[in-house]
């Protein structure tokens, strides 16, 4: 019949194309994997595209080469004053390498281009931060959150610096802003337990460790915590319990040991 005769061909034609299609793909798999190839050769058909010079940047960064980065976002910023995001990306180089005023002035240009950039501030933030002025990067994280009001990280690091500056019941506002935002923020709750631990608010501090636990049940810093603070509540088979988890979960010899030492004179009282 004339269907039988063409079923063979049929196949071959889907085979042949099926063939195609995953060849194509694993090349633009291939391409996409590697972002130094595709944005290379982007910024070749396009050397005017300043998001093509972008990526690349990012790409140069994320291979390790810090120097030809930083040499491409300076162009960028040169030949394109009016966009924050190459100011952004070259004042993260800078702060990378330690070059705080570098980057405070590369993160102010990216401000002074779009006064609403949040990332910018966020990230001027952190370098006031380093050089100590906690008051500054205090303001600048303020502004970061007033742009972008829904991000968590920028509020967590805002109850950092409050922390840092011994400001702690604005601390503590911060970080439960932060997990207002972001409920899964392991690491608020990480560090609003150690905060609790330090302000000896024992029942507060296992209430917030114990969520972060649910979190990462991997994470051994947090049993620990966890222990300490049952230890300290007089709640003796939760301290062990926990200190039990820490220790299976401890990564080197010097943690072990420790936890055991602990662990040892806990069960022998």
Do not use: C
């Amino acid at each position: 019949m004339k269907t039988d005769r063409l079923r063979p061909w049929t196949y071959s034609l889907l085979t042949a194309l099926l063939l195609f299609y995953s060849y194509q793909t694993i090349h633009r798999n291939l391409d996409w994997k590697d972002g130094l190839t595709l944005w290379s050769d982007a910024v070749k058909k396009s050397p005017d595209n300043p998001r093509a010079k972008l990526n690349l940047g990012n790409a140069l960064l994320r291979q390790g080469n810090v120097d030809q980065a930083r040499d491409l976002f300076k162009d960028l910023a040169h030949a394109d004053p009016q966009g924050p995001t190459a100011y952004n990306s070259l004042g993260v180089l800078y702060l990378e390498k330690v070059a705080l005023d570098q980057a405070i002035e590369a993160f102010k240009k990216a401000i002074q281009a779009q006064p609403d950039y949040s990332p910018a501030y966020s990230n001027l933030a952190r370098a006031l931060a380093l050089k100590g002025d906690f008051d500054g990067a205090i303001r600048e994280a303020k502004e970061a959150i007033r742009f972008s009001p829904r991000m968590a990280e920028y509020r967590f690091n805002l109850a950092k610096f409050y922390e840092n500056s011994g400001r702690l019941s604005e601390a503590i506002d911060a970080y439960e802003q932060a997990l207002h935002v972001d409920p899964k923020l392991f690491e608020a709750y990480h560090h609003l337990g150690m905060l609790y631990t330090k302000m000896e608010e024992h029942r507060k501090a296992t209430s917030v460790l114990e969520k972060a636990s649910t979190l990462r049940p991997d994470s051994g810093k947090i049993y620990f915590l966890l222990g300490v603070n049952f230890l300290k509540l007089k709640e003796k088979e939760k301290a062990i319990r926990n200190l039990e988890k820490a220790l299976h979960l401890a990564t080197n010899e010097k943690d072990r040991k420790g936890i055991e030492s602990i662990l040892s004179r806990l069960k022998s009282l």
